[in-house]
């Protein structure tokens, strides 16, 4: 082909493909873009440091300070992290079509600029795509639905700082275009008779966040619950508390109804085997404690058992030392948690035996379960066999 055939192919590619100017919308420009911008960099950076407070709970690390109150903290830090995730859909899809125009925009071949703009949609490629999988992959795992091969928590955690630092870059290199975007009011009149303003075109993306945000977490309010039409859980289940692996799922129930069940407890000093009838004598303690559950639902309880500091006393332990509890369940990642030692000593850390005031529900962890403050649900053990004080 000589060059000039080859200049005519480039030119009818050239002229099949769309302009930046042919899609025209007077809602788009930097003033939507860089409002709708602000508020999903907020609700990213929320379910960044929300995250990661998850993260560090279930994976502690000698850098990262645990608090273990007040009791609700998790409940309100992981209820962010799936709100903000939530309401940054319609915020990110709006965001998005606000600015796809550009991506017809012809680049210039000369190198500096080439290289700038290939740097610049590199960027942004990437933080589309970290983006896109965050909220994916999020969503997807708050309705326990995995179509999946990769392990959720490791993918979601490594993306998670992609997301951020792609964040962080693009507010970066767009600051200047956002503060001249600030500058200037958003139109409240429609640039053509019958079309919607800049102005209602925000509002409705506000208005849609807001309610995929009452969507998800209504279910936790009593009297709206009917509201949380896009909520896994529907607040509701035995002895007032949602269940998340049942005691079928668990393939427990043989175990939990044998009357020969003792919970082994195991410290320092010595090793004891413990009734229900055991349990039931020892001094007991109420708490109102919830489960909050890492996919967003939680549920108050009000629970009465003996303290985990009292437990391992019997057996040698201090509240020095992490404490390892054990599930009857023979299979399944959630079958074992770590109480850590700053939990240990608590007054409602508690290996709980009764919900509500009745016996635990056979779903809920009958004959007893972990139940601590401030902790995700995930760490909340059911149907406990072991309890044992980790020391040397
Ligand atoms: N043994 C065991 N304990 C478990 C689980 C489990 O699968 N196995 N699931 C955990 C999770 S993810 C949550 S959210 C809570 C839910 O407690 P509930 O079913 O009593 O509401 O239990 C936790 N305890
Ligand atoms: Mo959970």
Not at 155 to 177: D, E, N, R, Y
Not at 187 to 198: K, L, V
């Amino acid at each position: 082909m000589s060059d000039r055939q080859l200049a005519g192919l480039a030119a009818r590619i050239d002229a099949r493909i769309p302009h930046p100017e042919d899609f025209g919308s007077e809602l788009r420009g930097p003033r939507t873009t860089a409002r709708l911008g602000v508020w999903l960099g907020v609700a990213f950076g929320v379910c960044f440091l929300t995250g990661l407070y998850s993260h560090y709970l279930q994976h502690p690390s000698p850098w990262v300070p645990l608090l273990t109150g007040p009791a609700r903290l998790y409940q309100v830090t992981q209820g962010l992290h799936v709100a903000a995730g939530t309401a940054a859909v319609p915020l990110l899809l709006v965001k998005l079509w606000s600015v796809f125009p550009r991506f017809f925009e012809r680049p210039s071949f000369a190198p500096r600029r080439l290289v700038l703009a290939l740097l610049e949609k590199g960027s942004i490629a990437l933080l589309v795509g970290a983006a896109v999988f965050q909220l994916v992959t999020g969503l997807a795992n708050s309705a326990q639905w995995y179509p999946w091969s990769f392990d959720f928590i490791s993918a979601h955690f490594a993306l998670a700082w992609v997301a951020i630092g792609s964040v962080l870059l693009h507010v970066a290199v767009k600051l200047p275009v956002v503060r001249r975007a600030f500058g200037a009011p958003v139109e409240t009149r429609p640039a053509r008779e019958g079309a919607p303003s800049r102005r209602t075109l925000l509002r409705t993306t506000w208005l849609s966040a807001a309610l995929a945000v009452v969507a998800t977490t209504a279910a936790e309010v009593p009297g709206v619950r009917r509201l949380a039409v896009l909520a896994v859980r529907s607040g509701e289940g035995p002895q007032g508390v949602p269940i998340n692996r049942s005691a079928i799922g668990a393939d427990v129930v043989d175990l939990l109804a044998d009357p020969a069940w003792r919970l082994t407890v195991a410290g320092p000093a010595r090793t004891l085997e413990l009734s229900l009838d055991d349990l039931r004598g020892m001094p007991q303690t109420e708490a109102v404690l919830p489960i909050a559950c890492v996919e967003g639902w939680s549920a108050g309880g009000t629970w009465r058992g003996v303290r985990v500091r009292d437990l391992v006393a019997l057996v040698g332990g201090g509240t020095d030392r992490d404490v390892a509890f054990t599930s009857l369940q023979p299979r399944g990642g959630y079958r074992t948690s770590t109480l850590p030692a700053a939990w240990v000593g608590l007054d409602d850390s508690l290996v709980a035996l009764t919900l509500a005031g009745e016996p635990l529900h056979p779903d809920h962890g009958f004959p007893c379960r972990l139940i601590a403050p401030a902790r995700p649900g995930v760490l909340q053990t059911k149907w406990l066999a072991r309890v044992e004080v980790m020391w040397e």
